[in-house]
C-alpha cells in the first residue's frame, strides 16, 4: 500500500457542516522524496523507497551516503519503503505529498508507541489489584501463579510484570477528516500511535 511518513503534531478537533465536532490528530505527512524504484523485473517485487525529512551530513554513515549520492545534499531523516501493485507513473526524485489522500478516504497509521519502562500487572495489563482494608497486604502484586505437583511450573503467558510501550502499533481503518495542502497535513480522525513528534507511516487503504 502507498503511504507517507510524517509526524504527528498532536491532537484537537474540527467541526463538519452540521456543526458536530470531531476529534482529529494533526499529521505532518511527507512531503517524501523517491529515493529507489524496486520492479518485479530486477528486485522480485514492485516498491518505492521513499525519505521524510533532514539530518545533517555528518550524522549519515558511509554506506547511506553512497546509496543517495544521485541527490545532492539530501540526506532523509528516515527511510520507508511501501510496496505498490505498479511503480509505472513514478521517477526518482519525485516528491508526494497529502495529495494522493482525499477526505473520507481511509488509512492505517502506525507508529511506535511511548515507552514506559519496567511496569507492575495493575498498569500492564489493567488488574484491579488486591483489597485495601480489612488486613489485606497485598494490593498491586500479581498473587499466585505457580501450580502445585503437577505441572510443577508456571504456564507460559501469564498476565505478568514485564517491559510496557515502545513497540510497534497500527492503528486501523481511520477516516480523513480534513487534508491541508498547503502545510502538509492530515487530520486523521481518532488517535494514532506515538508520542507528539513522534514519527507515523500513513497508509492509504487498498
Request: charged share 25%; hydrophobic share 30%; with cysteine.
Amino acid at each position: 500500500m502507498l503511504g507517507l511518513i510524517g509526524k504527528k503534531i498532536g491532537m484537537t478537533r474540527i467541526f463538519d457542516e452540521q456543526g458536530l465536532m470531531i476529534p482529529v490528530t494533526v499529521i505532518q505527512a511527507g512531503p517524501c522524496k523517491i529515493i529507489q524504484i524496486k520492479t518485479a523485473d530486477k528486485d522480485g517485487y514492485n516498491a518505492l523507497q521513499v525519505g521524510f525529512g533532514q539530518r545533517k551530513e555528518k550524522n549519515v554513515i558511509r554506506p547511506l551516503k553512497g546509496h543517495l549520492k544521485k541527490f545532492e545534499n539530501y540526506f532523509p531523516q528516515v527511510l520507508k519503503e511501501f510496496r505498490v501493485e505498479t511503480v509505472e507513473g513514478y521517477e526518482l526524485g519525485q516528491e508526494l505529498n497529502t495529495e494522493i489522500f482525499n477526505v473520507g478516504e481511509g488509512v492505517d497509521v502506525g507508529g511506535v508507541i511511548k515507552g514506559r519502562g519496567f511496569q507492575g500487572v495493575v498498569k500492564r495489563h489493567g488488574h484491579s489489584g488486591g483489597d485495601e482494608t480489612h488486613g489485606n497486604t497485598s494490593h498491586r502484586v500479581p498473587g499466585s501463579v505457580g501450580s502445585s505437583a503437577d505441572p510443577s511450573r508456571c504456564w507460559k503467558n501469564l498476565k505478568l510484570p514485564g517491559q510496557y510501550g515502545n513497540t510497534n502499533q497500527k492503528a486501523l481503518n481511520l477516516k480523513v477528516a480534513k487534508v491541508d495542502s498547503g502545510r502538509n497535513c492530515l487530520f486523521v480522525r481518532g488517535a494514532v500511535p506515538g508520542p507528539t513528534s513522534g514519527l507515523v507511516t500513513v497508509y492509504k487503504k487498498k
